[in-house]
């Protein structure tokens, strides 16, 4: 897969909803009601963190839930992304990008978001191409301002916000031009899973899934 390919499909998948959750699963028992919960409020792209020994398990069971679009964050090494996709991923997420893993992704076709912090970074992977990228940590580079100067330089580039991003401040990223989602965890927060409370899952999703994008 071109990373001009990738980049298409994400934004395809990314502008199903507003905001892409960022999961951190600790119980894969629980993670397809999760997804379903999810789901239902309208979030549909979600993206599981490789931060816990369940988190190829959760993908897995995720990925068998009707309308559920799984990806893997936190992917640092080939190996993750050969181990996502394995288990059910159909993107991937990093917090910055190498070229290992970069172009084992390219070659596997497991459709990458790339993570970019600094003009340099994005020009990079602009260059690489990579027109969809992740803009990250955001909100402790500099937020919706610092996001918003990238899009005079650099109009060809749109990113998703991650980091420090909330129901709070997500209409500042999301108004941006050069935004196209935001990703938060702050739609399954760890009591609410804990306890299974699913429908104040599927609550805070409708409130998410109900922010405009510009």
Do not use: H
């Not at 398990?57 to 394995?86: F, H, K, N, W, Y």
């Not at 991923?89 to 990458?112: H, N, Q, R, W, Y």
């Amino acid at each position: 897969m071109t990373p001009q390919i990738a980049s298409e499909r994400l934004i395809a998948v990314a502008r199903k909803a507003p905001i892409i959750p960022v999961l951190v699963v600790s119980d894969a028992g629980r993670a397809a009601d999760l997804a379903q919960a999810l789901v239902a409020g309208g979030l549909y792209a979600l993206e599981v963190t490789l931060r816990t020994p369940q988190a190829l398990d959760a993908m897995r069971a995720m990925s068998e839930v009707p309308g559920a679009i799984v990806g893997a964050g936190t992917v640092l090494t080939p190996d993750d992304a050969r181990r996502a996709q394995d288990a059910g991923a159909t993107f991937a997420v990093s917090p910055g990008s190498t070229d290992k893993v970069l172009d084992v992704c390219e070659a596997i076709d497991l459709a990458m978001l790339p993570g970019a912090a600094t003009a340099t970074e994005a020009l990079y992977l602009l260059e690489r191409g990579y027109s969809f990228q992740k803009f990250f940590p955001a909100e402790a580079i500099g937020g919706a301002p610092a996001l918003k100067s990238l899009a005079g330089p650099l109009p060809q580039i749109t990113f998703c916000p991650t980091g420090g991003v909330s129901l709070a401040n997500a209409n500042s990223y999301l108004s941006l031009p050069n935004t196209v989602c935001a990703g938060g965890s702050w739609v399954a927060p760890a009591d609410l899973v804990a306890k299974g409370d699913w429908d104040g899952i599927t609550k805070l999703a409708a409130e998410a899934a109900a922010l405009e994008v510009s």
